[in-house]
């Protein structure tokens, strides 16, 4: 970190969101150190403020790192929605780092309201499950040493989120705890799991996010997708790396780099 860059004066919400989408642009990324994050409350308006310039909500991603810990959110820009089989490759993919994640297309709105959406509620809008790989990505120079709100206003480090094939969906998918994931690099398996996510419970996650979306005045729309946390932890890939996750029960989801 230059001297200059030591003594700047922190950017204001818009401003941070612009910065951060220049580095989207252009590769150029900006010290956590300029982000006004202090909070989650100051993270979320970054978040906004970015999907503004950016442009249409396709998605959302949330999360937990246990049961009991408040989730985290944040929106996911339609234009980095990609079909399976996609191939990532170019300057805005330089982390490469790997997910295999579930996730599900909502059918009906999940408008802003005053009373909580119960479990059932957010179930009956839900129309299939998906499987997906969410590639991460930084905007931020000093990423590994960055406070949590740094990124989560940063979209919790996505960068793009490939689409499996989607299946109907079943309630039992809202639990996770028996979920069998293997990801394979070039045909050789990295990762496999067997419920290790890390909140299973990802109902829960989805209860809370339609409630968060609705406190936040954007609610959640038929057509978004939702991805509800990493099942096998990150891996990261290296450059010409072919990816395949199988999810027991639904079809293998490839993309590559």
């Known amino acids: 970190m230059t001297l200059a860059e030591a003594v700047a004066p922190q950017l204001l919400p818009a401003e941070a969101a612009q910065a951060l989408c220049r580095a989207r642009r252009d590769g150029r990324r900006v010290m956590s150190s300029l982000l006004p994050a202090h909070d989650r409350h100051t ?39 990609l079909p399976g089989g996609a191939s990532l490759v170019g300057g805005a993919w330089h982390l490469r780092g790997v997910e295999a994640e579930l996730a599900f297309r909502l059918g ?56 499996g094939e989607p ?9 996770l705890a028996q979920t069998e994931v293997v ?21 829960a996650l989805l209860v809370w996010l339609a409630n968060q979306g609705a406190a936040r005045g954007q609610g959640l729309r038929a057509g978004q997708v939702v991805t509800t946390g990493s099942c096998t932890g990150m891996l990261f890939a290296s ?11 639904l079809a293998p989801l490839r993309a590559s780099f």
Request: hydrophobic content about 45%; some cysteine; overall charge negative.
């Open 43 to 81: 993270a979320y308006a970054i978040q906004d403020a970015t999907l503004a310039v950016l442009g249409t909500v396709g998605g959302w991603k949330v999360g937990a790192s246990a049961p009991g810990r408040e989730p985290a959110c944040a929106p996911l820009p339609a234009e980095g929605l």
């Open 183 to 203: 990801m394979h690099f070039d045909e050789q398996v990295v990762a496999h799991t067997v419920g290790e996510h890390t909140h299973p419970d990802v109902g």
């Open 167 to 175: 299946a109907p969906f079943e309630r039992a998918w809202l639990d």
């Open 108 to 163: 009906t709105d999940l408008p802003p309201r005053a009373a909580p959406y119960t479990r059932d509620e957010v179930a009956d809008a839900i129309v299939s499950v998906l499987p997906v790989i969410e590639v991460a990505e930084t905007r931020l120079i000093d990423w590994l040493d960055a406070s949590p709100s740094a990124l989560l206003a940063d979209l919790l480090c996505h960068g793009g989120l490939v689409l």
């Open 239 to 249: 450059q010409g790396t072919a990816v395949r996750v199988d999810v027991k029960g």
